[in-house]
Structures are given as C-alpha cells and as structure tokens.
C-alpha cells in the first residue's frame, strides 16, 4: 500500500505524518498509484470567489442567490454549518442564518475562474468532461509516463496549483470509473481527496443510500421505495431482468451501478446544451413593467454565460410559473443564432407578450438552446428592425466597458426598474 502527502507530494509507506514534510494530510489507499478516473468539484465555488475578491467577508456566512422567494444558488461552509444548502428557498435560508451576507451572482468572474482551472487541468490531460463552471470529471489513463508520476499525485498538484495561484479550493474523487468518482468527491468536502478501488466498492456501496445516485431526485427515490429499495443492498437482491421489467432503462443502470460498474467514457469537451436564467419573485405578480425589468436582466446574464463560452443559441425559451405551479413554457427559433442580450430580451419579450394575461406569475425565465460556436452568431442582421445593427455595436461598447470597470458599471434602464 502507498501513501501520498497532499502538501509536498510524496509517496511513501503509509504513516501518520509525512515523513518528509511532517504534514498529516496523509492519503493511503492499495489502488492509489493505480486509478485514473478522477472528478473535481470546487468547494462552494461562487462564494469562494466572493470571499477570495473581498477578504472582508472571509469571516461571514455568505449567501449567493436572490430575493427572500428566490433560492440559493450556492452558500460558503460558515452559512452551510447552520444548514444553509444549494437550491434551498432563500426565506429558509435566511431563518435559519439571519446574519448571513446575500450576495447576487457574478457570473462573470465565476466564468474567468472556471477558465483558469479548466487551463490547469488541461495540463494534466486533454479528456475532461466540464459539468459545470466548477466541477469536471478527468481521464488520466495512460498519463504517468508523461508526467513521471501517477493520476493521484498530479490531482494533488492541481488542487494546490488552485489553492496557490487562484486562492480557491477543490475536493477530488479518484476511482476506476466515473458514478465512483464522483460519489468520491463528496465524501470529504472541502479540500477532500477520497479514493474508491476496485476492491473496496462493493462493500462502500452495500450499505449506502440509492439516493447516493447521480440523478436519482425525490420522485426516482419514491418509485424506488414502494418496490422496496432503499440502499445498494436492496439493488442486489433484484435480478437484471426484474428491474428492467420494473423501471426500463433505469432499471437496467441501476444494476449496473449497484455492482461500481459504470462504462461511460469521459467525454472531452461535451457539448453544453442551454444557457438559462431565471428568478423567483418575492410575490406573485402581473406587473408588466416589473416582469420587464427582470427579464432584461435575465436575457443579460444568458448573454454575458453565452459569451463567456464563446457560444450563441438559435432558440430562445421563455419559462413562466403561476400561482398555481402550473408552468408555461414557450419557445421560437432564430433566423440566426444570437448571443446579444437585446436579441435575447426582445424575442423572449415578444413570447412574453402572447401569454402576460394569464398572470399573476410567481417564476420567470429565459434561456437560449440549440447552441453553436459564437462566431456563427448574428450573422445576417435583421431587415425588419433596420435600427438593431446600432444597438448591437452599442451592446459591444457596454460589454467592454463591463469588462473593465465592473458588471455594475453601466445599466439599462428597464434594469432598475
């Protein structure tokens, strides 16, 4: 069995402190010199970005997210000890961390961020498998030759690289395929390193939630439990052909994951398929010059995502909730692909206008699909709005004056409203 110091990155026999460092963040594991597939997760990656560009909130449970109905995009480990979680309403959050800083999210230095990790990783390997500007699966297979070290020891690397030269965190999984490793990732956060071999799995597994399952939400959890699976050891008990009788294609994954075996490749740059917004009112309303408002600065921040990612959509989507839950959702495709917020607002405000009557509305959202690279985008102009060329350069002219001074630094309008 190997050991390996996380600070200096040696590897030696397994011990308490780093014999050579003296450091306990000490990682043993029979397999560890073995694994390459491996996945990352930043820890609380938007509010370590607050708190690494304004150390004054070092200290402070930080919120990111919106209004007292919207919810919690991500919270710092602080607000998370009171029992703050992501996706949680913000008046919950809020009741149980009164005192925590709620911030709105700065897509845009998250997005830089993501670009800087994204670049070390690609030091190590060109097969990463990006899921979302902060966590990425990777594929070291075959990389310790050119590195003259194992997977395990160049993950360690990154994640001090992350620490040293970005001043944020990561939490590594190292398995031998990708539901493993990212099972991994989660045990130990943050600045985690959990590894789970081939000889260890089934044990791991047997006794743990299905829940545990990338994907498996309330509802999959429900069907699972009226046929009486719980844990990984009630998946056993279930022949192939019962659970694909049972659940279809589910049910046949599910045999397989409960056995930690999962083929699924890493896929190298896989394909982003939308880039949405939307928000959450503090109370329902039909007030059109407030649902406006909102949904310049929605159509804004799937621009400034798009551009970010050097891509653009030739759909855009309009999502709306009532007050009865009920969801609209509309949709029309673009002559060209955009990217522009105005082409963005102007068409998800003219879906909007067909349907505004059947407020009041509790959720509004926009996004754009059917993505393609930005230098497809906008290509043609638009014969029927002669005056759309000008507002796209003045577009141009405030994303670089955006880009300089700060998101705040210039706003429409209809924004403030």
């Not at 690494?52 to 209004?67: M, Q």
């Not at 990790?117 to 070291?140: C, G, K, N, V």
């Not at 009920?326 to 003219?350: E, F, K, N, Q, W």
Request: with cysteine; proline share 4%; hydrophobic share 40%.
């Amino acid at each position: 069995m190997q050991a390996l110091c996380r600070d200096c990155l040696t590897l030696s026999t397994p011990s308490r402190r780093c014999a050579h460092c003296g450091s306990r963040r000490m990682l043993a594991h029979a397999e560890l010199s073995d694994l390459a597939i491996a996945h990352m997760d930043c820890d609380a990656f938007y509010a370590s970005v607050e708190k690494r560009d304004n150390p004054e909130l070092a200290d402070k449970p930080l919120i990111i997210g919106g209004g007292r109905r919207g919810v919690v995009s991500t919270a710092c480990y602080i607000a998370r000890i009171r029992g703050v979680r992501s996706a949680m309403p913000m008046f919950q959050a809020l009741k149980l961390c009164p005192e925590a800083v709620v911030l709105k999210p700065r897509m845009t230095a998250y997005a830089e961020a993501s670009r800087s990790i994204r670049a070390m990783m690609q030091d190590l390997t060109p097969a990463i498998e990006p899921l979302s500007l902060d966590e990425a699966f990777l594929d070291l297979t075959g990389t310790a030759r050119l590195h003259g070290a194992p997977p395990a020891v160049m993950l360690a690397r990154l994640t001090n690289r992350m620490r040293d030269e970005l001043g944020l965190t990561g939490s590594i999984g190292l398995s031998y395929n990708k539901f493993l490793a990212k099972v991994a990732s989660d045990l130990d956060k943050p600045r985690g390193f959990s590894v789970i071999g081939r000889g260890d799995a089934a044990a791991f597994l047997r006794d743990r939630p299905v829940s545990l399952i990338w994907g498996i939400g309330p509802s999959a959890q429900s069907a699972l439990e009226r046929a009486g699976i719980r844990t990984f050891a009630d998946l056993l008990r279930w022949e192939r052909t019962e659970l694909v009788a049972r659940f279809g294609a589910t049910g046949d994954r599910l045999w397989h994951l409960a056995r930690g075996e999962d083929t699924r490749p890493v896929s190298a740059d896989a394909p982003v398929k939308s880039i949405s917004n939307e928000t959450t009112f503090d109370a329902d309303t039909d007030d059109t010059d407030i649902l406006d408002g909102h949904l310049w600065r929605m159509a804004e921040k799937v621009s400034d995502r798009a551009k970010a990612k050097d891509l653009a959509g030739q759909v855009v989507t309009l999502k709306l909730k009532r007050a009865d839950h009920s969801t609209l959702t509309r949709r029309v495709a673009l002559r060209d692909a955009t990217h522009m917020a105005d082409t963005i607002y102007r068409t998800a405000r003219g879906l909007f206008d067909r349907v505004a009557d059947l407020g009041p509305f509790r959720l509004l959202g926009c996004g754009i699909s059917d993505l393609v690279s930005a230098d497809q985008a906008d290509k043609s102009g638009d014969l029927l709005d002669p005056e759309a060329a000008q507002r796209g350069r003045a577009e141009r002219a405030t994303d670089a004056i955006r880009n300089r001074f700060g998101s705040d630094a210039i706003r429409k309008g209809r924004a403030l409203r």
